[in-house]
């Protein structure tokens, strides 16, 4: 599966953003979908997950709350929005695939195969 991220930008503390991420294929609804990030100078970290079910999604405790993960099987799309961002948000974010029933709690890296190219989120303080 290949995957494009987008959305991207710069954007002022406490605004909002949404990155899509479209996906290649017709096996779409069979991936866990993820969104990492990494700022500069820092490894990736994981931000957000929904299984390929829909209905699992597990955030990482700094964006609880003001990030949501969705997707859209048909649209071969998943999202991320993000809202209330702060200055610690800024990073480039990733999205990955990894083939359903591969992992429980799919949230390190190495448990997705497949990478977008990732795009930058810039926020302003």
């Known amino acids: 599966v290949q995957l494009q991220a987008s959305g991207g930008g710069l954007v002022q503390a406490g605004g909002s953003l949404r990155l899509p991420c479209a996906a290649s294929?017709?096996?779409?609804?069979?991936?866990?979908m993820g969104w990492f990030r990494q700022a500069p100078g820092k490894e990736r970290d994981f931000v957000a997950t929904?299984?390929?079910?829909?209905?699992?999604?597990v955030y990482a405790d700094s964006v609880k709350g003001r990030f949501t993960i969705s997707r859209d099987n048909a649209k071969n799309t998943v999202y991320l929005q993000m809202n209330s961002l702060k200055a610690e948000d800024t990073a480039v974010y990733y999205c990955?695939?990894?083939?359903?029933?591969?992992?429980?709690?799919?949230?390190?890296?190495?448990?997705?195969?497949?990478w977008g190219q990732g795009t930058e989120v810039t926020v302003s303080s």
């Open positions: 990955a695939a990894a083939p359903r029933y591969v992992s429980r709690r799919p949230t390190d890296v190495d448990d997705y195969p497949y």
């Open positions: 294929g017709r096996t779409f609804s069979s991936y866990d």
């Open positions: 929904m299984i390929w079910d829909g209905e699992t999604t």
